[in-house]
């Protein structure tokens, strides 16, 4: 009895871990995975390691080519283009680590506050300015030359992907406060 019990856990924790993965979608891939990747990929360019992480996706990018001209159904292509960019995000937190993106296990940077945390705050941002033309540039014209201030601090090696990520994210934060109490 102990031993069908245990098959049956087994089993189960086989399954769920499945079941809580829900598929992937077109609207997943635009509004989530691409913008996460876009942001690492900036950070990337600003660090100087591009080219480290262009050396590394490649087999990635040309399966993501071949899922969009091959054979497969939509649904299909979708999912593999899913899965090979959710690879390219781990590659490029990889390199953001210092690492070469080549490695089986890859390494993540963020202690704290990712990437997507700050798209979100950024898109946060952007939803409270839906429909106002110019609200956005106004909300984050205060900002403008402490965000140039930070970008060239990144591009010139002085703050690490870590650092530019929590600081983007704590301006962001700012800006989502200004816009309260001016609200």
Avoid at 63 to 92: D, F, H, M, N, Y
């Amino acid at each position: 009895m102990k031993r069908i019990f245990r098959m049956v856990l087994l089993a189960a924790g086989m399954i769920f871990p499945l079941l809580s993965q829900a598929a992937c979608t077109q609207a997943d891939l635009d509004d989530k995975l691409y913008p996460a990747l876009q942001y690492r990929l900036r950070c990337l360019d600003g660090l100087g390691r591009l080219d480290v992480f262009r050396s590394a996706a490649t087999p990635h990018s040309q399966r993501i080519s071949e899922a969009r001209i091959g054979q497969a159904s939509p649904k299909q292509a979708v999912a593999v283009i899913c899965g090979e960019t959710r690879a390219l995000i781990a590659i490029a937190d990889d390199v953001l680590t210092g690492g070469d993106g080549t490695s089986d296990v890859k390494k993540s940077p963020w202690q704290g506050v990712t990437p997507d945390d700050v798209l979100k705050r950024r898109n946060e941002v952007m939803q409270r300015c839906k429909g106002q033309l110019g609200c956005y540039q106004q909300a984050m014209a205060d900002y403008e030359k402490e965000i140039g201030v930070l970008d060239g601090r990144a591009r010139m090696g002085r703050i690490s992907a870590v650092e530019y990520i929590e600081q983007m994210y704590a301006l962001f934060g700012r800006v989502l406060q200004a816009m309260k109490a001016k609200s």
